[in-house]
């Protein structure tokens, strides 16, 4: 909701110029635009959570994941268990309580029945059941659907059941996730149940050990697959316009697997088999062949872009900066507070001059800004900025004897414009094989500065952009030795023989003669 700026697909429509826009990060809510549109990153479960994926099981609790994730016991019933299983909340009754509907499940020789829903499903032990609908009543005549997967992952002394994130239905959407809202229906319709999550591998569950890397690869695979046919078939009536579409699977999978380029990664101590060592290799041939059969249907006059927004690195150390940042003096515990509350709870704002929140960025406590800020605005903050940056550039782990941070940037002098204010006052350039902790990330202040990374989440690129570039390959001549992200809105207007507007920072990629009558740019 914090974007401000018109996407190039809208502007194009306003010069009735149709686009096709399939999973583009930050496009929830969706666009209202002559197009159709069906939004990505930030789409909700249907609790409303980013992606809660939830495990049934008779092992003794241990309360919530770490990570997006919830333990409900299975009770005893008879011959097999059951439990609840717990949908979004009841805006219809007071108090809003949690909808629910009975679960129950049966294993028997290898295979499971699971009744949810007014449905049975068999499920094979170890296998991904395929999309299940859901169904919470709320109200007479008023139900909510939504979809998941389930896997049995233990059915001998013990019993237990992974079930995906409930992702909305777009057959039946909660709430709108597409443009016109009956695009996610029509697609439904067109190529079968598909995942609505912004994120749709559940790279928490593999974190969390509750599903192994073979079941996250057949996940990301088979999203894949749905995101294909999304675009074929945007593709297919696609006549004059743009088609934009992101495939997330190399984002995903290398974020995950990683550990498997990396002999020295902690993650990666003897978690590893030998058949998935070449997982991010196969990926690359598997979206190189996708590539293949694009080019093989792009028609004379049309440009194909396929581009990514970064690269991967490893992620081996996590580096926590409010530990540091308390360590050295720029922040301050409340008195008796030991630093372990998340989201900063424990600072004490009125002797802290910095903190760190998210991925890579640094803020001074200003006064003015921030509800409780200390920092004088002006030269004040100016001063504790580049002290910031001197003290952070080449921050050495010395337990490691490496550089964990290359350098920090003044965002000040990196951007311009209206919004500079929301951004961070500095911007951590991590060293390859770093990467902010995930404790930091969440505003945790106790623990030390460097510390092993052992997820399975073990590639990132969230650091100096320069060890991380993007690509970019076009069936055009690209004008440019260094094209950026930005450059592609410009690029696509002027294809289409509309001036890009003076607040577009990038630069139009290609001389080439605009496609005002006819082509696609993808």
Same mark, same amino acid.
């Given at each position: ?27 929830? +809510? ?5 197009g159709a549109e069906l939004s990505a990153m930030c789409v909700p479960d249907l609790l409303g959570t980013q992606g809660t994926f939830t495990l049934f099981t008779t092992r003794p609790m241990g309360g919530r994941f770490k990570e997006g994730g919830t333990r409900v016991e299975l009770r005893k019933n008879g011959h097999g268990f059951e439990a609840s299983l717990e949908g979004p909340p009841n805006s219809l009754v007071a108090g809003e309580p949690a909808l629910a509907i009975p679960l129950s499940i049966r294993a028997d020789q290898g295979r499971a029945r699971i009744n949810v829903s007014g ?17 919470? +009543? ?10 998941? #997967? ?8 013990? &019993? ?66 749905? #995101? ?34 990396? +002999? ?29 059969? &694009? ?76 509800? %409780? ?9 100016? %001063?504790? #900025? ?34 500079? %204010? ?26 030390? &500065? ?15 952009? #320069? ?22 809105? +410009? ?32």
């Open positions: 909701l914090l974007r401000k700026s018109k996407p190039f697909w809208c502007i194009l429509g306003d010069h009735h110029i149709w686009s096709t826009v399939l999973r583009v990060p930050i496009t929830f +809510p969706p666009d209202k635009f002559y449905h049975r499903h068999t499920l094979e032990m170890g296998k991904l059941s395929d999309w299940i609908t859901l169904t919470f +009543p709320a109200a007479p005549l008023i139900k909510v659907s939504g979809i998941c #997967r389930m896997l049995v992952t233990e059915m001998d002394e013990h &019993v237990s059941l992974y079930v995906t994130p409930i992702n909305i239905d777009p057959e039946k959407p909660a709430m709108p996730i597409s443009h016109p809202s009956y695009y996610s229906t029509y697609l439904a319709k067109k190529i079968g149940q598909y995942s609505t999550l912004g994120l749709a591998e559940d790279t928490w569950a593999l974190n969390e050990g509750v599903i192994d890397d073979g079941t996250f690869l057949q996940q990301a695979y088979d999203i894949d697959a749905e #995101r294909e046919r999304m675009f074929f078939a945007g593709l297919d009536k696609l006549r004059r316009g743009s088609l934009v579409c992101v495939f997330d699977a190399t984002d995903r999978i290398q974020h995950m697997f990683w550990r498997y380029l990396d +002999p020295t990664h902690p993650a990666g101590r003897g978690r590893e088999t030998a058949e998935h060592r070449d997982a991010i290799e196969q990926l690359y041939l598997h979206n190189d062949a996708l590539v293949g059969r &694009v080019m093989a249907r792009v028609k004379d006059g049309d440009v194909l872009m396929v581009l990514s927004d970064h690269g991967f690195n490893s992620f081996r150390r996590g580096v926590n900066l409010n530990s540091w940042l308390h360590a050295n003096g720029y922040l301050t515990l409340q008195p008796g507070a030991d630093g372990c509350a998340e989201w900063l709870r424990d600072v004490d704002w009125s002797r802290t001059r910095a903190y760190a929140l998210g991925l890579t960025g640094m803020f001074l406590n200003v006064k003015g800004r921030e509800a %409780q800020g200390i920092v004088e605005p002006g030269e004040g903050a100016a %001063q504790l #900025r580049q002290e910031l940056v001197a003290r952070l550039s080449g921050l050495a782990d010395e337990e490691a004897a490496a550089v964990g941070i290359t350098e920090a940037f003044e965002t000040r002098a990196l951007y311009s414009g209206p919004y500079l %204010q929301n951004a961070p006052d500095l911007l951590i350039g991590y060293n390859a094989g770093y990467r902010t902790s995930w404790d930091c990330a969440t505003g945790v202040v106790a623990g030390p &500065v460097f510390e092993d990374n052992l997820k399975a989440w073990s590639g990132d690129h969230c650091i100096d952009p #320069r060890q991380v570039p993007g690509v970019l390959f076009c069936n055009r001549p690209i004008e440019s030795t260094d094209p950026a992200l930005i450059d592609i809105a +410009p690029t696509a207007l002027h294809l289409f023989g509309i001036e890009p507007p003076a607040y577009m920072e990038g630069k139009v990629l290609m001389a080439t003669a605009s496609l005002r009558h006819a082509g696609a740019t993808l």
